[in-house]
């Protein structure tokens, strides 16, 4: 049972991802990619790690997702950028080799077997209980310096997103610096 | 009294530090008045130390700090004042205040008056070191800093190609002769564990007499190179290209008589071994008769008096080579005294005849330079050993020790020496001052007396010269504290040796002042092969050009044809191009194109992760390929 | 081979973070470069989830969370400095970015 439903979820995210990645249309690429992104949580359901499949909905489905979705509006995506591709040849070496040596790198502290667990999963605690647990005991400081991380990525959207971000001061003369002020007083007089 | 020492010490070194601020500008006096002053304060100091020594005081011994602290070696900036050290202390500071004064004249003119004066100091500092340090290391240190000195100040006028050639020469040949030294101080420490005096001359004896004999042997051939004895004495007479001034306190008084401090101050060590002190009172006697037969024909004022310094160093030599360290030290300091003299009073002839050296293109100028004419006769009377002056007392004291140790030859050319002394110095009188026509109007020179103060500054010297020889009965008691005592067994004969010794001296005054009574003599006589032997300072320079230069240089091109230039260059030449040409083939890589650097990102990336496969230890590449693909089997 | 092994996952992970590299690789369009990165971040933490599942750790997962949680800044940030290019330059285009050239 628990094979079936690994090869299945297998072959459907790779499916999805590899059309993200090859798709023209960037709304199908953002489309697959969402369904890639859903497809991926069940294998942390089927990992057991209940409370890690659930953000992964939430937070990839939901909220990046909806960033994306929200950015793509602001760009002509009907008119596609000009894909030239590179060289296969190359494309195709690169990635064989990094596959290689990633499964090389994940195999290596196992074919080792010197590794025990560090925070061992607590016996007869349901896995979002256990995950609490350890998040706020053992991970509190990381946990806090990624809120604030979080926090500083959400300001820092939001200033990015908004009005006179289209203007660079470093590559805008004096003069039309000294105009855009005059303008700005002004407008705040007529107020 | 320790403050005295640091005076006596630091005084030079302050007053060098000072003129050298002012090195690069243009003349200022004070520069050379104020050194001076600064070493007529180390001069103080040094008589002070010296009569307190004298009136019985203990030797005095500091430790400034410590220098050198690891494991079992330990050196510190350690200074001894004792009657050995003190004696040179006075004889160094003596000299080198006369001489600072005088310079003062004789450099008015120099554009680089200040940088003389600096040198000049730094000089006495390190001789200072050099006498009063308390073991071998510090010694050293002075060694060095006097030849570094002499260096510069022989070549002080570097603007001449010949100044600067004698200035490396005497550099080289020092270098050569302090390997020596080195490989000296190593046996000492390597055989006794340390380099203080005390030390080591309290454990030489227990050590096996071959090593005495290499220790002495490697110490000599340092004092061989700075004494200038043969045959690395070449350097001495080049090194005359230097003002005269220098001449008078380096190449007379002081740095040239470091070998035979280095010889008395390791007198426990040397009596050991006899043998090698006969070799070296046999180098000495040598020395003595070879310089004294090319000063004879020289005709260059101040390469005569070379010379002669080189003979009466030989005469010191022959003194501590045969255990009598007390009358070399006694020789050495008489003999700084009227050496200087006869310098400083050549330096006002050259400065009469504008800078001209040839005695035979003077004659006469006792009418111009009265003073400085009745100085330098004085000085070569004390050179030459007449009664009452202090030749007379320190050289005669040396051929009776000679006698009474019963080496007969050496005495025999000690005697012949010291006629020959007499004759050369009397000829280089009478033909400059006296010797009938004034040769030198045909030359176009107008000679003029010096100025006042430096007639004046040679006064001390003079004084010296005269009287210092009178104190010889509390000399030998004032060093014998620490010195051994010579035996003499010649009472029986001593006034006879006196009286042929002095006929000797006499005899020769006398044939030079007949000889050159009326002018020159037949040039005929430069025809003649001993002449051409002597004047041309028996070929030895002329060997060393051919057998070790000229070898050498060849040897030095084709190491630079062959190895420097296809080997050495050719490497870094490879590098440098190969570094250039990367940067050429591969600067494209830096086109600015973000998917391009993306994919370099990735070949990094996977370069990275190969280096951390390869280096993780345990690497097991089956048992990984058995979990990787577990369908493979065994 | 019912049995589903730790060495499956991370078979699954590779080929997963190959698929991204691919992408970051062949991709012009910025936008698909950031999806392309998601992917490869997705990839490691399927990884880490499943290293952690099969040891009985915790850390695995803990490790895939702040992941999680960087890639969701990294989007925010990422997608807004994309709009003022898009503003100023009125283009998504990788290859027009050329103002490090060396």
Same mark, same amino acid.
């Given at each position: 049972m628990e094979a079936i439903a690994f090869y299945l979820f297998a072959v459907l995210t790779v499916a999805m991802f590899s059309y993200t990645v090859m798709s023209s249309q960037a709304l199908y690429a953002l489309s697959s990619m969402a369904a890639g992104m859903i497809m991926i949580s069940a294998f942390f359901f089927l990992l057991n790690a209940d409370f890690l499949g659930v953000v992964q909905i939430i937070v990839y489905t939901g909220a990046v997702m909806a960033l994306y979705a929200f950015g793509m509006m602001f760009f002509d995506t009907t008119r596609a950028v000009k894909e030239h591709n590179t060289s296969k040849v190359i494309v195709l070496t690169l990635s064989v080799l990094a596959t290689l040596l990633v499964i090389t790198i994940f195999t290596m502290p196992i074919a080792a077997e010197n590794i025990s667990a560090a925070f061992p999963e607590p016996a007869g605690v349901e896995n979002p209980k256990a995950v609490g647990i350890v998040l706020f005991t053992k991970y509190l400081v990381p946990f806090e310096v990624a809120a604030v991380m979080l926090l500083v990525a959400m300001i820092a959207g939001i200033v990015m997103a908004g009005k006179k971000m289209d203007r660079s001061l470093t590559k805008m003369k004096e003069e039309e610096i000294a105009m855009m002020h005059q303008e700005e007083t002004q407008k705040k007089v007529t107020l | 009294m320790e403050m005295y020492l640091y005076i006596a010490l630091f005084a030079p070194f302050v007053g060098s530090l000072f003129a050298a601020l002012f090195g690069a500008s243009p003349k200022t006096l004070w520069s050379g008045v104020v050194t001076s002053a600064l070493l007529f304060a180390s001069f103080v100091s040094s008589v002070t130390l010296f009569v307190y020594l004298l009136q019985g005081g203990e030797p005095i011994h500091t430790e400034l700090m410590t220098w050198m602290a690891t494991g079992n070696l330990y050196i510190p900036f350690g200074f001894v004042v004792d009657q050995v050290s003190a004696t040179m202390m006075f004889v160094v500071t003596t000299v080198s205040t006369v001489v600072h004064v005088y310079a003062i004249g004789y450099m008015d003119h120099d554009k680089a008056f200040n940088r003389f004066f600096a040198w000049l100091s730094a000089f006495v500092f390190s001789m200072m070191i050099l006498v009063m340090s308390d073991n071998f290391a510090g010694m050293f240190i002075g060694w060095e800093g006097v030849g570094l000195c002499s260096w510069a100040l022989i070549g002080? +006028?570097? %603007?001449k190609e010949s100044a600067t050639w004698a200035a490396n020469e005497a550099f080289i040949m020092n270098r050569i002769a302090d390997l020596g030294m080195l490989i000296g101080i190593f046996l000492l420490y390597w055989h006794t564990g340390s380099l203080q005096y005390d030390v080591v001359f309290a454990a030489v004896p227990n050590l096996d007499t071959s090593i005495v004999t290499l220790m002495g042997i490697f110490l000599f051939v340092g004092a061989m190179g700075k004494s200038a004895q043969?045959?690395? %004495? /070449? +350097?001495l007479a080049d090194a005359m290209e230097g003002p005269t001034p220098v001449s008078a306190l380096i190449h007379a008084a002081t740095m040239v008589t470091a070998g035979v401090y280095l010889v008395v101050r390791a007198n426990p060590l040397y009596s050991l071994i006899p043998e090698v002190g006969y070799f070296i009172a046999g180098l000495g006697a040598f020395v003595a008769m070879f310089a004294a037969t090319m000063a004879l024909v020289n005709r260059d004022i101040k390469r005569i008096i070379a010379y002669s310094t080189l003979s009466q160093l030989g005469y010191m030599f022959v003194a501590a080579g045969l255990g009598a360290y007390w009358v070399a030290l006694f020789h050495l300091m008489a003999h700084a005294f009227f050496k200087a003299l006869l310098f400083l009073g050549a330096g006002n002839v050259m400065h009469a005849m504008s800078d001209e050296l040839d005695p035979f293109k003077m004659g006469g100028l006792y009418k111009v330079m009265k003073w400085t004419a009745i100085l330098m006769i004085l000085a070569s009377v004390a050179l030459a050993g007449i009664w009452p002056l202090a030749g007379f007392f320190s050289k005669d004291k040396i051929l009776e020790v000679a006698f009474s140790s019963e080496h007969y030859i050496i005495w025999a050319v000690l005697w012949i020496t010291a006629g020959l002394t007499a004759f050369y110095s009397f000829r280089l009188i009478m033909l400059t001052f006296f010797s009938g026509e004034e040769r030198y109007k045909e030359h176009g020179f107008h000679p003029h007396e010096a100025y006042k103060f430096m007639l004046w500054a040679m006064a001390p010297l003079a004084v010296l010269a005269v009287i210092a020889g009178w104190f010889e009965q509390q000399f030998v008691h004032f060093v014998t504290e620490l010195l051994p005592t010579f035996e003499f067994h010649t009472h029986h004969v001593e006034m006879m040796l006196i009286a042929v010794t002095s006929l000797m001296a006499i005899g020769g005054i006398v044939v030079a002042v007949l000889l050159y009574r009326n002018g020159l003599l037949n040039p005929k006589l430069q025809q003649t092969a001993v002449y051409k032997l002597l004047f041309n300072q028996y070929y030895i320079p002329k060997f060393y050009d051919e057998f070790f230069s000229k070898p050498y240089a060849e040897l030095s091109k084709i190491f630079w044809k062959q190895v420097d230039l296809k080997v050495v260059d050719a490497t870094v030449d490879f590098i440098a191009t190969t570094i250039y040409k990367t940067g050429e083939g591969t600067h /494209?890589?830096? @086109?600015? @194109?973000l998917s391009s650097m993306l994919r370099w990102m990735v070949i990094g990336t996977v370069g990275l992760l190969v280096l951390a496969v390869l280096y993780v230890k345990r690497y097991d590449i089956l048992a990984l390929m058995q979990m990787v693909f577990p369908g493979l089997g065994a | 081979m019912m049995e589903i092994g730790l060495t499956h996952y991370l078979v699954l992970s590779t080929v997963l973070f190959a698929i991204g590299l691919v992408g970051v690789m062949r991709r012009k369009n910025l936008l698909m470069l950031f999806m392309a990165s998601e992917i490869l971040l997705n990839a490691v933490n399927v990884a880490f989830a499943a290293i952690g599942h099969y040891y009985g750790d915790l850390t695995g997962q803990m490790f895939a969370f702040f992941v999680i949680a960087i890639a969701a800044s990294e989007v925010a940030v990422g997608l807004g400095l994309l709009i003022i290019w898009y503003k100023r330059t009125d283009t998504i285009d990788l290859d027009t970015m050329t103002s490090m050239r060396g």
């Amino acid at each position: 049972m628990e094979a079936i439903a690994f090869y299945l979820f297998a072959v459907l995210t790779v499916a999805m991802f590899s059309y993200t990645v090859m798709s023209s249309q960037a709304l199908y690429a953002l489309s697959s990619m969402a369904a890639g992104m859903i497809m991926i949580s069940a294998f942390f359901f089927l990992l057991n790690a209940d409370f890690l499949g659930v953000v992964q909905i939430i937070v990839y489905t939901g909220a990046v997702m909806a960033l994306y979705a929200f950015g793509m509006m602001f760009f002509d995506t009907t008119r596609a950028v000009k894909e030239h591709n590179t060289s296969k040849v190359i494309v195709l070496t690169l990635s064989v080799l990094a596959t290689l040596l990633v499964i090389t790198i994940f195999t290596m502290p196992i074919a080792a077997e010197n590794i025990s667990a560090a925070f061992p999963e607590p016996a007869g605690v349901e896995n979002p209980k256990a995950v609490g647990i350890v998040l706020f005991t053992k991970y509190l400081v990381p946990f806090e310096v990624a809120a604030v991380m979080l926090l500083v990525a959400m300001i820092a959207g939001i200033v990015m997103a908004g009005k006179k971000m289209d203007r660079s001061l470093t590559k805008m003369k004096e003069e039309e610096i000294a105009m855009m002020h005059q303008e700005e007083t002004q407008k705040k007089v007529t107020l | 009294m320790e403050m005295y020492l640091y005076i006596a010490l630091f005084a030079p070194f302050v007053g060098s530090l000072f003129a050298a601020l002012f090195g690069a500008s243009p003349k200022t006096l004070w520069s050379g008045v104020v050194t001076s002053a600064l070493l007529f304060a180390s001069f103080v100091s040094s008589v002070t130390l010296f009569v307190y020594l004298l009136q019985g005081g203990e030797p005095i011994h500091t430790e400034l700090m410590t220098w050198m602290a690891t494991g079992n070696l330990y050196i510190p900036f350690g200074f001894v004042v004792d009657q050995v050290s003190a004696t040179m202390m006075f004889v160094v500071t003596t000299v080198s205040t006369v001489v600072h004064v005088y310079a003062i004249g004789y450099m008015d003119h120099d554009k680089a008056f200040n940088r003389f004066f600096a040198w000049l100091s730094a000089f006495v500092f390190s001789m200072m070191i050099l006498v009063m340090s308390d073991n071998f290391a510090g010694m050293f240190i002075g060694w060095e800093g006097v030849g570094l000195c002499s260096w510069a100040l022989i070549g002080f +006028w570097y %603007h001449k190609e010949s100044a600067t050639w004698a200035a490396n020469e005497a550099f080289i040949m020092n270098r050569i002769a302090d390997l020596g030294m080195l490989i000296g101080i190593f046996l000492l420490y390597w055989h006794t564990g340390s380099l203080q005096y005390d030390v080591v001359f309290a454990a030489v004896p227990n050590l096996d007499t071959s090593i005495v004999t290499l220790m002495g042997i490697f110490l000599f051939v340092g004092a061989m190179g700075k004494s200038a004895q043969f045959p690395l %004495h /070449t +350097w001495l007479a080049d090194a005359m290209e230097g003002p005269t001034p220098v001449s008078a306190l380096i190449h007379a008084a002081t740095m040239v008589t470091a070998g035979v401090y280095l010889v008395v101050r390791a007198n426990p060590l040397y009596s050991l071994i006899p043998e090698v002190g006969y070799f070296i009172a046999g180098l000495g006697a040598f020395v003595a008769m070879f310089a004294a037969t090319m000063a004879l024909v020289n005709r260059d004022i101040k390469r005569i008096i070379a010379y002669s310094t080189l003979s009466q160093l030989g005469y010191m030599f022959v003194a501590a080579g045969l255990g009598a360290y007390w009358v070399a030290l006694f020789h050495l300091m008489a003999h700084a005294f009227f050496k200087a003299l006869l310098f400083l009073g050549a330096g006002n002839v050259m400065h009469a005849m504008s800078d001209e050296l040839d005695p035979f293109k003077m004659g006469g100028l006792y009418k111009v330079m009265k003073w400085t004419a009745i100085l330098m006769i004085l000085a070569s009377v004390a050179l030459a050993g007449i009664w009452p002056l202090a030749g007379f007392f320190s050289k005669d004291k040396i051929l009776e020790v000679a006698f009474s140790s019963e080496h007969y030859i050496i005495w025999a050319v000690l005697w012949i020496t010291a006629g020959l002394t007499a004759f050369y110095s009397f000829r280089l009188i009478m033909l400059t001052f006296f010797s009938g026509e004034e040769r030198y109007k045909e030359h176009g020179f107008h000679p003029h007396e010096a100025y006042k103060f430096m007639l004046w500054a040679m006064a001390p010297l003079a004084v010296l010269a005269v009287i210092a020889g009178w104190f010889e009965q509390q000399f030998v008691h004032f060093v014998t504290e620490l010195l051994p005592t010579f035996e003499f067994h010649t009472h029986h004969v001593e006034m006879m040796l006196i009286a042929v010794t002095s006929l000797m001296a006499i005899g020769g005054i006398v044939v030079a002042v007949l000889l050159y009574r009326n002018g020159l003599l037949n040039p005929k006589l430069q025809q003649t092969a001993v002449y051409k032997l002597l004047f041309n300072q028996y070929y030895i320079p002329k060997f060393y050009d051919e057998f070790f230069s000229k070898p050498y240089a060849e040897l030095s091109k084709i190491f630079w044809k062959q190895v420097d230039l296809k080997v050495v260059d050719a490497t870094v030449d490879f590098i440098a191009t190969t570094i250039y040409k990367t940067g050429e083939g591969t600067h /494209t890589m830096q @086109n600015g @194109n973000l998917s391009s650097m993306l994919r370099w990102m990735v070949i990094g990336t996977v370069g990275l992760l190969v280096l951390a496969v390869l280096y993780v230890k345990r690497y097991d590449i089956l048992a990984l390929m058995q979990m990787v693909f577990p369908g493979l089997g065994a | 081979m019912m049995e589903i092994g730790l060495t499956h996952y991370l078979v699954l992970s590779t080929v997963l973070f190959a698929i991204g590299l691919v992408g970051v690789m062949r991709r012009k369009n910025l936008l698909m470069l950031f999806m392309a990165s998601e992917i490869l971040l997705n990839a490691v933490n399927v990884a880490f989830a499943a290293i952690g599942h099969y040891y009985g750790d915790l850390t695995g997962q803990m490790f895939a969370f702040f992941v999680i949680a960087i890639a969701a800044s990294e989007v925010a940030v990422g997608l807004g400095l994309l709009i003022i290019w898009y503003k100023r330059t009125d283009t998504i285009d990788l290859d027009t970015m050329t103002s490090m050239r060396g």
